[in-house]
């Protein structure tokens, strides 16, 4: 994939990724282990497409380090702003909200904006913020905006699987009261 840009690289990755946590996750939707695993093989799916290097040299691994913190924090708020519930029908249900959606959509759309600016508004400063950090080129950028995004999805999952589990383990309330999502 090196014959096309950061960019469209951004672009094709966060389209995608977002296309599907969107579709799986907006609106009433049962918890379900496909549910959950097709995120995660999605952004897998990406990795294999598009990293196609491991930068080591300089701080490199440690930039990539902070792609993925910052994927476990976003996961973790992206996870909070989907309430869970026990459903009439005994199944555990996800309400992704406007919230939700935002919180996907902003960062899907700050990861492609940084890579067009990257070429195109701030491709100095990026060259002389890669030498002064000792950050060896734009695979290290790239990388951890996809191990950013991997990060999000895991966590995210990791947040439904605990609220299920959750949900499971407490008591089922009585026949005739309203469903509620629950604060979890």
């Known amino acids: 994939m090196n ?15 977002l296309t599907i946590i969107l579709a ?15 995120s995660v093989l999605a952004v897998a799916v990406i990795i294999a497409i598009f990293v196609d290097s491991f ?12 792609g993925v913190g910052v994927g476990v924090i976003c996961g973790l708020v992206a996870g909070a702003l989907l309430p869970a519930h026990r459903g009439a029908d005994g199944q555990i249900y996800t309400i992704g909200g406007f919230g939700y959606a935002l919180v996907w959509i902003v960062l899907s759309s ?5 890579a067009y600016g990257a ?3 701030f491709a100095e400063g990026l060259v002389r913020f890669s030498i002064e950090n000792e950050l060896s080129g734009p695979d290290v950028y790239s990388n951890a905006f996809v191990f950013m ?7 995210r999952t990791a947040v439904l699987v605990a ?4 949900i499971r383990l407490s008591p089922a309330e009585p026949a005739g009261k309203e469903e509620q999502p629950a604060a979890v």
């Open 149 to 155: 995004s991997l990060a999000m999805v895991l966590t």
């Open 163 to 166: 609220k299920r589990r959750r």
């Open 24 to 38: 799986t996750d907006l609106g009433r939707r049962r918890v379900t282990n496909m549910r959950m695993l097709r």
């Open 55 to 66: 930068p080591t040299s300089g701080n490199a691994p440690s930039f990539q380090l902070i």
């Open 110 to 114: 700050a990861r492609v904006l940084f």
């Open 3 to 17: 014959h096309l840009s950061q960019f469209v690289i951004a672009l094709i990755a966060s389209a995608s990724i």
């Open 119 to 121: 070429e195109h508004w």
